[in-house]
DNA sequence: GAATGAATAAAACGATCGTTTAAAAAGGTC
DNA sequence: GACCTTTTTAAACGATCGTTTTATTCATTC
């Protein structure tokens, strides 16, 4: 896929008006109109708007899946090597760090907004496409987390992984919005204090005393 | 407002459908097919569907935060009795245990359901109407916090706080819902501990020490 | 029981949606 | 330069949306 190409110009438009209006309320005219590309383009080169949308998703998924599932082999390998147990919160930051870098650009910040829609998306086309995308990644994570605190009963664990992902998906779909602000705290925190405080958060409720 | 009346039964069907379908995607003629009304009958009673929607949220949440704001000051109080800083596990549990209920039953299901997605919603309306109704708890439950964790400064407590809506909204999202399972657990996880579980998660991230 | 206002009902309004069609333009091959 | 495929364009299709209008029914009050 050519770089501006009308397929590409698609895709980047689109993906900076759902972030914006959702995927419903975003029409295919807009997403043409805004590309600069005819409205039958979409039709043509995706097949309809929902494939539009899974197009969306592999796209990015592929890269930041795929620098996950690296940094988690090496977090295991470095373990094994050690003959140790997986580092904990090595094994948060494999999974969590690859998402940094698309907060550091607008159409990456639109991608991340995208994402936490998804996984409570209505319609349920939309969450299954993400979810096949991510199913090997979150098998991978879960299973090093297993290795990391063998202690806890599995099911334990997945509640925890499942706190972990809501936290994920709230904060990174609020980093850089205006949303709640009890105080008027002045300064906007950023976005790399941000990510080390909820490693260390999410890192302490892993380990929390069972009851 | 009657019990049976025609208002409540289009917001007893809003309520279900939104949860279903999403807000955009239900349209008014389906609310009132199920609601067994007229079409027109939105119109009249409620001005426009915007207003339907804020009035869903307004119905729920004046208990629910009732609720809330009742159990943060009776910790507040207890500790000035006994002179200590509030319990922090009693401050969560206060904040946390009152929407335990609303999983019980089946339409209280539907509210949590859009609930969790008002917070993300495109439609700005949506998430300020939201917002409005929940400041003035989440402004007492921020500084119940405070007191409770003295030691914390406040914007590295106000992003623990978001983590923890992060987990709330995400965890009752899914509670009940078929999603991702990794290893194919027998047994859903019953909701009290799936609760307990949340708690004990957001204690300890909410002890962690900073960096 | 007539009068007044609230509630319900049926029908239509204008607008917008995703998709399809058919023709024109562009690109590549021999 | 003719031929074929790919892509772009403009126009239309059928369906559905939130809302409004107008008329009718219901309930209440004097």
Redesign the pocket.
């Known amino acids: 896929m050519a770089n501006g190409s009308?397929k590409e110009k698609i895709l980047d438009a689109a993906e900076r008006l759902f972030a914006r209006s959702g995927f419903h309320s975003?029409?295919?005219?807009?997403i043409t109109t805004e590309a600069g590309?005819?409205?039958?383009?979409?039709?043509?080169?995706f097949g309809?708007?929902?494939a539009l949308i899974g197009e969306i998703f592999r796209r990015r998924l592929k890269k930041l899946n795929g620098q996950r599932i690296k940094g988690l082999e090496k977090v295991r390998k470095e373990a094994a090597e050690r003959k140790t147990r997986p580092d904990l919160e090595a094994t948060i930051r494999a999974f969590i760090a690859p998402s940094l870098p698309l907060l550091r650009s607008e159409q990456g910040t639109c991608f991340i907004t995208i994402v936490a829609r998804a996984i409570m998306d209505p319609n349920q086309q939309v969450r299954q496409i993400f979810l096949r995308e991510m199913k090997d990644v979150l098998a991978l994570f879960f299973d090093t987390l297993q290795s990391a605190l063998p202690h806890l009963p599995q099911d334990a664990l997945f509640s925890r992984l499942q706190f972990m992902l809501g936290i994920m998906g709230h904060t990174m779909f609020n980093a850089g919005k205006p949303s709640w602000n009890p105080l008027k705290l002045e300064q906007e925190t950023g976005i790399d204090i941000l990510f080390e405080r909820m490693i260390s958060f999410v890192k302490a409720g892993m380990e929390a005393p069972l009851e």
């Open positions: 009308t975003t029409s295919l005219r807009t590309v005819n409205l039958a383009a979409v039709n043509y080169h309809s708007k929902d």
